[in-house]
Each structure stands twice: as structure tokens, then as C-alpha cells.
């Protein structure tokens, strides 16, 4: 079967897009317009430096705080690649590939543009890189996310030098080998070049751009499992009630509640009558919750898109202008604050959901006690909601937001940095453990919901009960639940939409 190729153009890629490409082993090429633009703007830059009697940051001088200390014309090329050996600092655990692999294709949009006065032949080795899934061993720590990701795009780009190691085939092997295997030379960087790959939000935006993706899947299956346990706990309608929320103008609250109505369509469960008049917060509070959510995600993910859109290195070149410009575009506070925010709504998404888990194994409403038929001789899932209340206190840990910290460096030339890269680890971090709280929800949900037999939920809801019993059962008596509650979070992850 043919594999689908993506044109990358200036303004093309969504968040979604990009995660498909990915996960799906799309292939990218660079469009005619991306071309021109790349050509266009090395030309303008050689002949500039040509003519040129003035430093220019970066590209004839030194970097940082050696920003004044200019460059003989015969060492520009050897500048370059000394920056990204030197700049090769990363540490702690290895990225996973396709993290590695959007970095790579978020570099190329990055270059795309025509602003950042890279070879043509640089960014087509980018391009081989992707589609060949030669994937750059590259570093979980390093980066204080301004003047761009430098440690973890250093060791990204060294394998283009031919230096470093590369994920290739299934195995490490050392990138000198694997290009001499191809048949590629090492690129030669020319003026400005090794900045160019350097500077950039790639690191914080290639996380933060799974992140967007993933949650907004995970949400869905949120409010599907949340219908799912308020029947089991045989919640109200009322508070999901189009008048009662929309009188608050939210519109992630307007929205939950129309999904959640939606959800519940066709329950008789939902329908018959209720010796309660009220329910718990973390059932009746759903639209008010889940909405702030949803509004925070919908905040988040255009910006992101922003970003991934954009030319991140420094100096910014416009060849149309005749202007180089020395700014701040790699600084990554613009994402960097979204992230952190985006950190808090998912923690608060699993705070809720564990309420839930606590309510349903209460032994209340009719319930059982830990929702088995002999508590006592039985623990039930007792212990699942002692597991999900670890993996929330985690990540409320996790939630402190590390771009309200700054530590100064190059001596004090880069005195403000956003620590983005540490906001986009972290956000990774608290999704996995969002989903695997939403996944103990819905494991222990599905059981209660047995116990309101014979009556009957809505569709929507019988049918994904259905199906999750496909994988994993009704409990009658102790079993280890681990292997089970792995079932039930992959679930949450891969089957529901």
C-alpha cells in the first residue's frame, strides 16, 4: 500500500495533523512554496554577509554573551558546528521516538518559512531523517526553554554532522554508520545554520502538541465514562439541564451538558424516580467541572498551533525587507504559561474522577461496599481507589508551574527564561496519569453499573459497557486487579472516541 505524503507549506499544520502524520508513518516533502522560500533566503543571506560591514549576531559573531566577538569570514561554517557539539548537553531519560520524530517534523515547518537562512540541503537531510525513521537519540532533560530547546535540538541535529547516535532499524547504532549505509554525506553547515537548528520551541512543542491531541481524545472518553458512573451511582438529570447551565454563559459548561444529556438518552435508569434530591459535587458538578476543562483545552490548543506554525530561531531574517533581525522568538513563555495551565485542568480531570471511584465503592445508594457481593471476605476495589488517589496526589505535585521560575544564564545575557521544556515533561507526565485515573474510573464504573440490573443505561453507554467487558470481566470475588486495570486504561486510550 502507498504511503500518503504530506506537502509541508508555511501555516499547514494543526495539532491533529501533525499527530497523524506520525502516528500513522505519514511521509513529508517539502512543498514548492517552502523551496523557494529556503532558497530565497540563503541567497539574501550570503550575499548579505558579502556586503555586510556591521556584525551579525550569530552569524559573524559569537553567541550569548560572546554575542561581541566577531568571526573571520573562514570560520563561520566551523562556528556552526562547534555551537551544536558544544550545545549536546542533554541528560536524564531518552525520549520516546515519536516525540523525537514530531521534533523533527516541527523543525522543518520551523525552516519552512524562509526566515532562518538555512541550506536547502540541510532541511531536505531533516526531511530523509523523518521518512527513513532515523530517530536522533535525544535527551529528557537540559533545556530552560528560551533562546530556544538548544541542549535537546543540539543532540537532535548532531547526527546531521554525522556525530552522535541514532535509533535506526531497531537498534542504537552510531550515525556516522548509518549515513556511510545510505550513502549521505555529513552537511557542512554554513553560516548561521547550526543556530538555526538550535534555536526553537521544537522540544516544548512537539510535546506539548501530543498533549493537545491526547487530551482532547482522553476528554471525550471523560464524559463517557463519567455518564457511565453516574448511573451506577444512580445520579440526577436535572443538573445537566440546558436552562440551569447555559444561565452561566460558560460555554465549556453549556457544551459538557449538552453532551452529557446526549450521553444519557434513552436511560431508564436515569429516568426512573430518585429518593435523593441531590447528588455529590463530583457528580452534579460535572458540566461545571469537565466545562472549565474543556474551555482551558480550547484555550490551549490554538496557541500551540501558533506556535508549531512559526519560524522559533534567532536572528530572524526577512530577504523582502533586507532586514535581520535580533529578538527573542525562540523564547518559549508564550507556550510555556499554556502548558502549565493545561498541566492544572488534566490533574483537576483525574481529582474529579477519583471522587467518583470513591463514591461508587462507598456502599451507598444500593451499592456494596467496594462493589463486591461478600465485603469483608472480599476487598473489592478498595485498593483500586487507594491507586488512583497516589497517581492524583502525583500529579497535583506536578501541577507547581515551573515557568513562574527563572534561573539566569550565559552570564547573566539570558537572564529571563521560561523553563517551558520542564512545563511540557511534566504536562506529558500528568496526561499518562489522567488517563490511567480515568481508566480505574471506568473499571470500577462497569462494575457498579451491574449491580443496578436489570435495569438498563442509554445506548451509548450499554454499548460501551459492552464492549469493555470484552476485555475485562465482572468481579465476583478477589483477583489481582493490576493486569486488569491495565486492560481497562489502555481501553480508555486506544477504544474510546
Not at 500551540?304 to 530572524?316: A, F, G, V, W
Request: glycine share 8%; hydrophobic share 40%; net charge negative.
Amino acid at each position: 500500500m502507498k504511503t500518503h505524503t504530506i506537502s509541508i507549506a508555511p501555516g499547514s499544520l494543526s495539532a491533529d495533523l501533525a499527530c497523524r502524520i506520525v502516528a500513522e508513518g505519514m511521509k513529508i516533502e517539502l512543498g514548492a512554496d517552502a523551496i523557494e522560500s529556503i532558497e530565497k533566503c540563503r541567497r539574501y543571506l550570503d550575499e548579505k554577509i558579502k556586503t555586510c560591514h556591521v556584525p551579525l549576531y550569530g552569524i559573524t559573531t559569537g553567541f550569548g554573551s560572546l554575542c561581541n566577538i566577531s568571526i573571520s569570514p573562514d570560520d563561520l561554517s566551523t562556528l556552526q558546528s562547534n555551537l551544536v557539539k558544544s550545545h549536546a548537553c542533554g541528560v536524564g531519560e531518552r525520549l520516546d521516538s515519536k516525540i523525537v520524530k514530531m521534533m523533527l517534523l516541527l523543525k522543518v515547518q520551523s525552516l519552512s518559512y524562509g526566515n532562518s537562512g538555512v541550506q536547502l540541503a540541510t532541511v531536505q537531510r531533516l526531511v530523509d531523517f523523518f521518512n527513513n525513521d532515523i530517530i536522533p537519540v535525544v535527551y529528557s532533560q537540559g533545556s530552560l526553554g528560551a533562546s530556544g530547546d538548544l541542549a535537546p535540538l543540539a543532540n537532535m541535529c548532531l547526527p546531521l554532522l554525522g556525530l552522535g547516535t541514532v535509533i535506526y532499524e531497531g537498534r542504537e547504532q552510531a550515525a556516522a554508520d548509518v549515513l556511510k549505509a545510505k550513502g549521505w554525506e555529513p552537511v557542512t553547515l554554513m553560516s548561521k545554520e547550526g543556530l538555526a537548528l538550535l534555536n526553537g520551541t521544537q522540544f516544548m512543542s512537539a510535546h506539548a502538541t501530543w498533549a493537545v491531541h491526547r487530551a482532547r481524545r482522553l476528554f471525550k472518553a471523560a464524559n463517557l465514562v463519567a455518564a457511565m458512573s453516574l448511573e451506577a451511582f444512580d445520579g440526577r438529570i436535572e443538573p445537566f439541564g440546558d436552562e440551569v447551565n447555559r444561565v452561566r454563559h460558560h460555554r465549556g459548561q453549556i457544551e459538557v451538558a449538552a453532551d452529557m444529556r446526549a450521553l444519557l438518552a434513552g436511560s431508564s435508569l436515569i429516568e426512573r424516580h430518585k429518593e435523593h434530591v441531590q447528588d455529590p459535587y463530583s457528580f452534579r458538578c460535572i458540566p461545571q467541572v469537565h466545562g472549565a476543562i474543556l474551555d482551558t483545552l480550547n484555550y490551549v490548543t490554538p496557541i500551540i498551533e501558533d506556535e508549531i506554525n512559526s519560524p522559533t530561531d534567532n536572528p530572524t531574517i526577512f530577504p523582502e525587507l533586507d532586514i535581520i533581525v535580533s529578538a527573542g522568538n525562540f523564547h518559549g513563555e508564550p507556550i510555556a504559561l499554556p502548558m502549565d495551565s493545561l498541566c492544572v485542568a488534566l490533574t483537576e480531570l483525574s481529582n474529579i474522577s477519583e471522587r467518583r471511584i470513591y463514591k461508587l465503592i462507598g456502599g451507598t445508594r444500593g451499592l456494596p461496599s467496594f462493589l463486591v457481593a461478600k465485603p469483608g471476605l472480599n476487598s473489592g476495589f478498595m485498593i483500586a481507589q487507594y491507586a488512583a488517589a497516589s497517581v492524583v496526589n502525583q500529579s497535583k505535585g506536578l501541577c507547581w508551574p515551573t515557568s513562574c521560575d527563572t534561573i539566569p544564564s550565559s552570564q547573566g545575557q539570558e537572564d529571563h527564561v521560561s523553563m517551558g521544556a520542564n512545563s511540557a515533561t511534566k504536562l506529558l507526565r500528568v496526561l499518562d496519569n489522567t488517563t490511567r485515573v480515568i481508566g480505574i474510573e471506568l473499571f470500577t464504573a462497569a462494575q457498579a453499573l451491574e449491580f443496578r440490573r436489570p435495569g438498563s443505561s442509554s445506548p451509548r453507554i450499554e454499548a460501551l459497557h459492552e464492549e469493555f467487558r470484552k476485555i475485562v470481566p465482572f468481579i465476583d470475588s478477589d483477583t489481582v486487579m493490576s493486569p486488569l486495570i491495565e486492560k481497562s486504561v489502555n481501553f480508555v486510550e486506544e477504544c474510546i472516541y
